[in-house]
């Protein structure tokens, strides 16, 4: 009968022998100075990248690169809209008021009697005027819709306005034929971007032809169950739900027809033309 080895306990078999403070101390300073330099090089290579983004040419206000950047989200964006995609719809009892946000476009004093909304055919110079019972003349339609701020919040609202399609069906200003159209399906000859403006040329937005003829893109004149206030775009404004709140243009002065995208303030600021969600 042969003596056996005694066999070390498990704990025992992983427990690395402590290292002295000595030792400690010159690890952690091996790793903070990694970590300093790492983070050095970093900022340096952020910086660069800054400085040569900022010295390369601008397009539409801001350097090219980064224009490219935004109209490849633009794409993107496009090419997930369609008219039989709608934004979801919620219970009325879920609509809230949404902020009193920005007054670009909204600073100057308005007579609710005067007001008209002023078109200008596509492919002529020849413009004409509309007035808010002209608007409300079409057949109403209600939404309760999700608003979506570029800030990160959203609000439900209730909508309630007539679809822009609904008033080119009827006062044909979007083709260069003149001749009622179905928005369902559009002659070739239908302009391929609209723009509106405020009436002090303050505030502007681009809309592609697919926005304009979208059924969930209204001209609006209530929500929440009243008429529109002064602060939310009086006497008509743009709602579009698939789209940003930057595009839902307030107190909408001229709407305009083009070959090419339309001028629009936030994309001059930075943002991507479409602006879609």
């Known amino acids: 009968m042969s003596e056996k080895t005694p066999v070390p306990a498990p704990a025992e078999q992983l427990q690395e022998p402590l290292r002295s403070e000595a030792a400690v101390m010159a690890e952690a300073r091996r790793r903070s100075r990694r970590s300093f330099i790492g983070l050095g090089l970093a900022g340096l290579v952020g910086l660069g990248g800054w400085k040569w983004l900022i010295s390369q040419p601008e397009d539409d206000g801001i350097p090219r690169p980064l224009r490219k950047v935004l109209d490849a989200n633009g794409r993107l964006s496009h090419a997930y809209y369609k008219q039989t995609r ?58 309760v819709t999700e608003l979506k701020c570029i800030e990160g919040w959203s609000v439900v609202v209730h909508w309630a306005g007539a679809r822009l399609s609904d008033f080119l069906a009827k006062y044909p200003l979007a083709n260069r034929s003149g001749q009622p159209f179905d928005p369902r399906n559009p002659p070739a000859d239908v302009a391929p971007y609209a723009g509106l403006v405020t009436p002090d040329g303050k505030y502007y937005v681009g809309l592609d032809q697919d926005t304009v003829l979208h059924p969930q893109t209204l001209l609006c004149y209530e929500m929440n169950g009243k008429p529109l206030t002064p602060e939310h775009g009086a006497p008509l404004r743009l709602v579009t739900p698939l789209k940003y709140g930057i595009k839902h243009l307030k107190r909408i002065g001229t709407l305009t027809f083009a070959d090419t995208r339309p001028n629009d303030l936030w994309a001059e600021m930075g943002y991507d033309w479409d602006s879609g969600h």
Do not use: C, I
């Open 86 to 143: 709608l934004a979801p719809e919620f219970a009325r009892s879920r609509a809230r008021a949404p902020r009193k946000n920005g007054t670009y476009g909204l600073k100057s004093e308005l007579d609710p009697d005067t007001w008209r909304m002023r078109v200008q055919g596509y492919g002529t110079d020849k413009v004409q005027e509309f007035t808010l019972a002209d608007v409300q003349a079409l057949p109403k339609v209600e939404m």
